[in-house]
């Protein structure tokens, strides 16, 4: 009999509603700026750069709120499965691929900072420091992410094959 699936979802921590409310207000001061400061004579604008302006006021807004809304999600059934939402960064990692699957406390130093980011072994995402995993491919780039109870997962992908030693 298989063990029930796992899956944990940990939303972002502190820095990164930060970070997407600064874009969203950036955006949107960058966009009021043109419209309350009268341009000098001669430098109207046309209707390609207000809808310029328009495109890249929305782009930001939604960039922002995306960022604000940021979570990872670790699920593990017949593979072990990573997935950033809203965004589309998703890694899938066949049970039988992991080579060793190590505890470790991540933090922006340790990770080559936060978001989701390459380091030397492999790939690192980092939306909040606390503890996680650093996962081991067999021939490919290892995984470093965050989990809630790494002890836990560590114990789930033993029970279900995954070679975590």
């Known amino acids: 009999m298989r063990p029930a699936p796992y899956e944990e979802t940990l939303p972002s921590g502190r ?7 600064a874009l969203i207000v950036i955006a949107v001061g960058a966009v009021a700026l ?14 390609g750069d207000t809808a310029v302006l328009i495109g890249t006021l929305a782009v930001t807004v939604v960039l922002g709120v995306g960022v604000v809304r940021m979570r990872e999600t670790v699920r593990v059934d017949d593979v072990l499965e990573v997935r ?7 890694r899938r990692i066949p049970l039988d691929q992991i080579a ?4 470790m406390t991540l933090t922006g130093r340790n990770s080559g900072g936060w978001g989701i980011r390459l380091i ?4 690192a995402i980092l ?7 650093h996962v081991a491919v067999h021939g490919k780039r ?3 992410f965050r989990c809630g109870d790494p002890d836990a997962l560590v114990a789930v992908l033993e029970a279900r094959g995954a070679s975590v030693r």
């Not at 950033?84 to 998703?90: A, D, L």
């Not at 060793?100 to 505890?103: E, F």
């Open 142 to 144: 290892a995984l470093r």
């Open 15 to 21: 820095l990164m509603p930060v970070v997407g409310i």
């Open 127 to 133: 939306l909040d420091h606390g503890p996680g995993v």
């Open 100 to 103: 060793s699957v190590t505890p």
């Open 120 to 123: 030397p072994s492999g790939t």
């Open 84 to 90: 950033v939402t809203p965004f589309w960064y998703r």
């Open 34 to 47: 043109p419209l309350v400061v009268p341009p000098s004579p001669g430098n109207d604008m046309g209707p």
